[in-house]
């Protein structure tokens, strides 16, 4: 901190003393626990290469995943209105063309998560479908559908993330069966497989895999390379990624490699970028 100016220097050492704190707490409290003005804390995010708060605070708490003990991860997991303001035209390129690869499916999961509300968007001209998702904004957003039948879950709601958890949905989803599970990921990796920041929602993602036939990951090019959090499932479990074409191409031919088919979509056109090889569907 030695080389910090006086007013970034009181904002580092809040961090330091309270990472918690500044991974949820709203600006001004932030501020005024730092004695700093807001633009303040703005500009020092920016100082470190990110475009403002929310990507600071996702950077943030990505660098604390790959030192704190597991039983941690769940308190340092980045706000869903963080995750909202990040990528924006990436996450919307994507649901929009994976709301395309809906074809022959009756029954689908959507989860939960910024990219894949977007995704519930994109449905207004697909057929009728019967829809779970433990997601209640997803639930808020699909109600302008009238053609879908949507299912919630049994559970306990979760208010910070406005969706439904618990044990009760592994014993609800057993008994059930669905086309497609259109899946988020915070944490993407060859060799680790899918993971997330809370581990309840690994058990529940981990139950609706099992209960789908196609597994579609829907993750911006961010969450490749994030480190290891709680576990969802192998790389093999998963069928199709949609991604964004800033994506690592050696990574996108080792995932190719085995079976998996990757679309790296552009964000400025909305369409599959050319050169790609295909893999199964």
Request: charged residues 25%.
């Amino acid at each position: 901190m030695g080389h910090l100016s006086k007013a970034f220097g009181r904002i580092a050492k809040y961090l330091v003393a309270d990472p918690d704190s500044f991974m949820h707490a709203p600006l001004r409290t932030i501020a005024a626990g730092a004695a700093v003005s807001e633009p303040s804390i703005v500009r020092y995010c920016k100082s470190y290469g990110c475009k403002g708060v929310p990507e600071f605070r996702i950077e943030l708490a990505k660098s604390l995943a790959r030192e704190l003990p597991e039983f941690r991860l769940n308190l340092i997991a980045p706000n869903i209105s963080d995750r909202e303001q990040v990528n924006v035209s990436k996450k919307r390129s994507i649901a929009r063309y994976a709301a395309g690869l809906i074809e022959r499916e009756r029954a689908i999961i959507i989860d939960s998560g910024s990219t894949l509300r977007t995704f519930a968007t994109q449905l207004g001209e697909a057929r009728g479908l019967s829809i779970l998702t433990a997601d209640l904004e997803v639930v808020n957003l699909l109600s302008r559908y009238k053609q879908h039948e949507v299912i919630v879950p049994a559970g306990t709601v979760r208010y910070d993330t406005m969706t439904v958890g618990g044990r009760f949905i592994e014993r609800f989803l057993a008994e059930l069966h669905f086309d497609t599970f259109f899946l988020g990921a915070d944490a993407i990796d060859l060799r680790l497989g899918l993971s997330t920041f809370n581990e309840e929602e690994a058990q529940k993602n981990a139950a609706m895999i099992r209960a789908s036939d196609r597994v579609v990951v829907l993750a911006d090019s961010s969450k490749f390379g994030t480190p290891s959090l709680h576990r969802i499932c192998d790389i093999r479990k998963v069928n199709v990624i949609v991604t964004d074409t800033d994506v690592d191409p050696v990574l996108v031919q080792q995932l190719e490699g085995l079976g998996i088919a990757v679309h790296c979509v552009d964000a400025r056109t909305g369409q599959r970028a050319a050169g790609r090889r295909k893999a199964r569907p």
